[in-house]
């Protein structure tokens, strides 16, 4: 069950209306690295979860981010007290309230006239909330890692807006949300720490021939060493095509009826490039001399296609005599 406590984790103090800032605060309400995503996520592991001690963990993680989402949410709602009831009242001229609610850079008139000033589940550039924000995949090790880099991109949202106000209480809640992104960090380190082995992610372990394998896909100048691509841990190979072994080329096998039906369908879709057709550019340029060619500018004049080419198309695709493309085996 859940129960609700009035009063906020953390105390808001808004010393003034901004309702600029208040639509930038909208990342952290509904945005991708917000606090109702987090929230979802943790609780969509929680419920998933086997191990007590993780169970445990996750559910008093995504029960806090309802409370950061709370405290978030109220900063909008305050940031955006004097321009709702100015615009509610009507007490400025609409070119005045226009300018107050918009700008370079300010998008909140969209908050204030859709939303009357209330936090609404988007982004800060009006993006809708949705589901894909939670990219739970199932696995401890796989998702305590995403969690670790969630709060980390948190932590980072919340460094950047703090460096965009001096409303000294503002600074001072945002501080407390960017901590606890430390915390949460923390916690879910240890976690994934005390699954043993927890890399990599999942049952099986991989190729061995190409586990510590790194290719240098991408040559030239600016190539580097580092320890992400170096001995001992790495054999570093230049890129070359069929690292396997084998020709490199797709190879399927088919069902004899399934690979005559493929061949047919190749057949019919297979370019001609014995022939030089006559597009629809080319007529558009002012018609065709006397090779076929399509003239241009001052040369350009009325003109057909030379029969002996329409000719030899017809032929080519009524014969059917040309090869497949398709590369097949059948079935023995």
Excluded at 24 to 40: D, N, Y
Excluded at 46 to 69: K, Q, V, W
Excluded at 240 to 265: F, R
Excluded at 280 to 285: D, F, I, S, T, V
Aim: charged residues 20%; glycine residues 12%.
């Amino acid at each position: 069950m859940f129960a609700h406590n009035k009063r906020l984790q953390y105390t808001v103090r808004v010393t003034e209306s901004n309702p600029g800032l208040a639509n930038l605060m909208l990342e952290q309400f509904g945005g991708p690295q917000g606090e109702l995503a987090a929230a979802c996520r943790y609780f969509n592991q929680y419920l998933g979860e086997d191990d007590p001690g993780r169970r445990d963990m996750l559910i008093d993680i995504a029960t806090e981010e309802l409370s950061h989402l709370e405290v978030i949410g109220t900063i909008i709602a305050m940031l955006n007290k004097g321009a709702k009831g100015r615009l509610s009242e009507a007490v400025d001229s609409e070119a005045d309230m226009y300018r107050q609610i918009s700008g370079y850079g300010n998008g909140s008139h969209v908050t204030q006239v859709l939303y009357g000033g209330g936090p609404p589940y988007t982004n800060s550039g009006g993006q809708l909330w949705n589901a894909g924000y939670i990219d739970t995949i199932g696995d401890p090790a796989a998702d305590l890692r995403s969690n670790i880099a969630a709060e980390s991109r948190a932590k980072i949202v919340y460094e950047r807006l703090i460096a965009l106000t001096d409303d000294p209480g503002v600074k001072d809640a945002l501080g407390f949300l960017m901590t606890r992104e430390i915390a949460h960090q923390q916690s879910f380190e240890k976690a994934l720490y005390s699954i043993q082995p927890n890399f990599p992610p999942g049952k099986l372990a991989g190729k061995a021939e190409f586990t510590n394998v790194y290719f240098n896909m991408s040559t030239g100048d600016g190539d580097a060493r580092g320890p992400w691509n170096s001995e001992p841990t790495f054999e570093v190979r230049e890129a070359t095509p069929a690292v396997d072994g084998g020709s490199g080329l797709p190879e399927v096998t088919m069902e004899k009826g399934d690979l005559a039906v493929a061949e047919k369908m190749a057949v019919r879709l297979q370019s001609d490039v014995t022939v030089d057709p006559v597009t629809g550019a080319m007529l558009g340029m002012g018609g065709l001399d006397a090779n076929g060619t399509a003239a241009t500018g001052a040369d350009a004049s009325p003109g057909m296609a030379p029969q002996a080419a329409k000719e030899n198309a017809m032929m080519q695709a009524q014969s059917g005599t040309r090869e497949p493309p398709l590369a097949a085996t059948t079935k023995a």
